[in-house]
């Protein structure tokens, strides 16, 4: 810990005497050094085996072809309030899984997370990529169905988001061949500990920098890179998201790269959506460390009602 936050630090204040750096000295430094000091992995509310996340049990246990038949017989059980369709992935086994309501009007907004692990093995929980946001979305699901109306809602849990994102392109192109209309779409990826966090869609994820005459850096907590430049976070959707609930934050400088960069380069207003505790993010991300016992039920709470209180 003391190598990664003296490494953090040397690079952030390097670079902080750069006018442009000014909002990621802020975001990799304050935030990031809050979470460090703060970090406890014992200090989680855990999930309830038998509550509303109990599914998150089930999923960290299975490969990826049993998650997505686990996730269709628990949503076959809701129907009729449910339809369910599976979009085929080119080159794939895995689909995705498009689910709306009897009484959906309109436009869509649309929920979505993908359900595949980075390693395909019972042994690698993924449980913040991305179990939890799965687990999340299923329990939304249920309790729409339940005091049965799911308004404008839609979700989407997507397959192979770790083998280059394609269950998103596959989605795409099924929205366009059927003339969806979609109003919105947040994804969510990498839930766990926090608040919740949008964070800017970007080729190189981690915080991003400028340094004169080598333009912008990514840096992701384990190696360095370039960056091409980053767009904001989709403006109204941003917005809304704050109006409903005010304690999301906003990062500018703190990129991910996941599914919602696909459905932004299609064209459809996006956010990505994550726990906001950079540390907690850096030690699960893609290790052996992302265990359902570090997972907090607070944050994924705070999914839960963005996605069961809008309208």
Known sequence: MIRRVVIALGIFFALGIVAPNTRALYEGV?????DVVAYDPRAVVPLDRAGRYAAVYDLVALRNDERRAYLRQQLDAL??????????????????LWVRFADAPGALTIYAAHYDKLRDAPSYQGASDNTAAVGVLLAGIRALAMR???GARAFLFTGEEETGLRGAHAFVEY??????MIRAVVNFDNLGRGALAIRPSAEMPGFVFALPFAGDLAFDGRTVRASPPVPPPNARLTQ???RAHPG?????????????????????????????????????????????????????DRAWELIVGAR
């Open 79 to 96: 129907a009729p309030h449910v339809r369910v369709v599976e979009i085929p992935i080119p080159a794939s086994p895995q689909t995705n």
């Open 240 to 242: 809304e998201v704050l």
């Open 175 to 180: 929205a366009r061949a059927n003339n969806l």
């Open 248 to 300: 999301v934050v906003v990062y500018e400088r703190f990129t991910a790269v996941s599914d919602s960069n696909v459905f932004q380069a299609s064209g459809m207003d996006t956010v990505a959506i994550s726990g906001d505790d950079m540390y907690y993010l850096e030690q699960t991300w893609h290790t052996d460390a992302d265990r359902i016992e570090l997972l907090d039920t607070r944050n994924l």
């Open 148 to 150: 049965g109306d799911g």
């Open 30 to 34: 304050c935030f990031y050094l809050r």
